[in-house]
T-cell receptor
Framework: QQQVKQSPQSLIVQKGGISIINCAYE??????FPWYQQFPGKGPALLIA?????SEKKEGRFTISFNKSAKQFSLHIMDSQPGDSATYFC??????????FGAGTRLTVKP | DVKVTQSSRYLVKRTGEKVFLECVQD?????MFWYRQDPGLGLRLIYF???????EKGDIPEGYSVSREKKERFSLILESASTNQTSMYLC????????????FGSGTRLTVV
């Protein structure tokens, strides 16, 4: 069973719009929540990560929002660009070991 | 530039063959992982290793084994390849402590015919 549930499976956004991808988890031992970005033909690359002691983390156009009580976290991409078109994976782990991944979201940003 | 290198980009093997997928990292990382990636299922953990000669089963270890004889190298072995093992295989590594995420290789696309 999937320990991290991710939605939507696919997302189409216009250039300049906001892309939002959501994830939920059950295991309260998870204490590290990264997002990975994967382009075709490449392995996933770490994009941004958060720990549960904060509710939000922002890096440039990318923001993670974290709701510990609801066991949910989301990725927001502001001013989405065609170059952001990729597959995005949320993940969760405890102590950075045996990380569990969501099913992935294929984002397409239309020019 | 730090790297995780997977020996083959594409592989085609026959049913019943023994298959070796090799992964090497140059970051002196303690932890190494093997995942398979399938559409709609994301990345599923097959095996991982925290140290040389140590291995732990992940979520889907059936039909696979691993070997870690040196710190920098982690091999995934398909003892008798089957068509349902056709997939993208991703190797990753990380430091032993802290929360810094994984570094992934570019993947090996394995087709079993």
């Amino acid at each position: 069973q999937q320990q991290v549930k991710q939605s939507p499976q696919s997302l189409i956004v216009q250039k300049g719009g906001i892309s939002i991808i959501n994830c939920a988890y059950e295991n309260t031992a998870f204490d590290y929540f990264p997002w990975y970005q994967q382009f075709p033909g490449k392995g996933p690359a770490l994009l941004i990560a958060i720990r549960p002691d904060v509710s939000e983390k922002k890096e440039g156009r990318f923001t993670i929002s974290f709701n510990k009580s609801a066991k949910q976290f989301s990725l927001h991409i502001m001013d989405s660009q065609p170059g952001d078109s990729a597959t995005y994976f949320c993940a969760a782990s405890d102590n950075n070991n045996d990380m569990r991944f969501g099913a992935g979201t294929r984002l397409t940003v239309k020019p | 530039d730090v790297k995780v290198t997977q020996s083959s980009r594409y592989l085609v093997k026959r049913t019943g063959e023994k298959v070796f997928l090799e992964c090497v990292q140059d970051m002196d990382h303690e932890n190494m992982f093997w995942y398979r990636q399938d559409p709609g299922l994301g990345l599923r953990l097959i095996y991982f290793s925290y140290d040389v000669k140590m291995k732990e089963k992940g979520d889907i270890p059936e039909g696979y084994s691993v070997s870690r004889e040196k710190k920098e190298r982690f091999s995934l072995i398909l003892e008798s390849a089957s068509t349902n093992q056709t997939s993208m295989y991703l190797c990753a590594s990380s430091r032993g402590t802290g929360w810094v995420g994984y570094t992934f290789g570019s993947g090996t696309r394995l087709t079993v015919v």
